[in-house]
């Protein structure tokens, strides 16, 4: 009886013996040093490197920063504002606007305005009553990040921002092309649904 349990410490450690000299194996084999193998640490380093810079632009390219707000325009569409936020983590640039097909419209501003005044419609961006709202060239305006606001918070601190477009004809679209972390994106906005 004893020679049996002899015999049988024996063979397992037999078993043991060979499964150390084949670590693939056992189960102690599929650590992941060992599946990694003969990569070293700094190529690793970079694939993992890689995969985190491909993340982080994936996911600023698949989640716009720039959220349509308000959309207005007069009786004959021939004038329109579109109040845009920025959700993104840093100021957005407006880098061009067109209408209808990429048509370059007769003028175009930016109201720089706030939550409790609001936009104004118009057709003279040199009227009196433009003039209250902050028009300005949209190349000398950043909208700022994190300026999309809760309406029960808002104040008269709170910037908002609207695309103001006058075009000799009806407007059916604007097309806002903006730069965020220097990606480039679009938005077009759709006037004729409404």
């Known amino acids: 009886m ?3 349990k002899d015999n049988l410490k024996v063979k397992r450690e037999k078993m043991r013996q060979e499964e150390l000299k084949s670590p693939s194996s056992s189960i102690q084999g599929s650590k992941l040093a060992e599946l990694v193998g003969g990569l070293n ?3 690793t380093g ?3 490197l890689v995969i985190i810079i491909c993340g982080v632009y994936f996911l600023l390219k698949f989640n716009p920063p720039m959220e349509i707000d308000t959309i207005a325009s007069n009786e004959d569409n021939k004038s ?3 109040g845009i936020d920025n959700n993104g983590f840093r100021d957005v640039k407006i880098l061009d606007v067109s209408v209808n097909n990429n048509e370059k419209p007769i003028e175009t501003k930016l109201q720089v ?4 005044q609001g936009f104004v419609l118009t057709d003279d961006f040199q009227s009196e009553e433009a003039k209250a709202y902050g028009f300005t060239n949209i190349e000398d305006v950043v909208i700022k990040a994190g300026t999309s606001k809760d309406d029960e918070t808002v104040s008269k601190d709170d910037e908002i921002y609207g695309v103001s477009v006058i075009y000799n004809e009806e407007i059916n679209n604007v097309y806002i092309e903006y730069s965020h972390f220097g990606m480039t994106f679009n938005d077009t906005v759709y006037f ?3």
């Open 46 to 48: 970079m694939v993992i």
């Open 2 to 4: 004893r020679n049996d």
């Open 80 to 82: 329109v504002v579109v």
């Open 113 to 116: 305005s706030n939550s409790l």
């Open 192 to 194: 004729n649904n409404y």
């Open 41 to 43: 640490w700094k190529f």
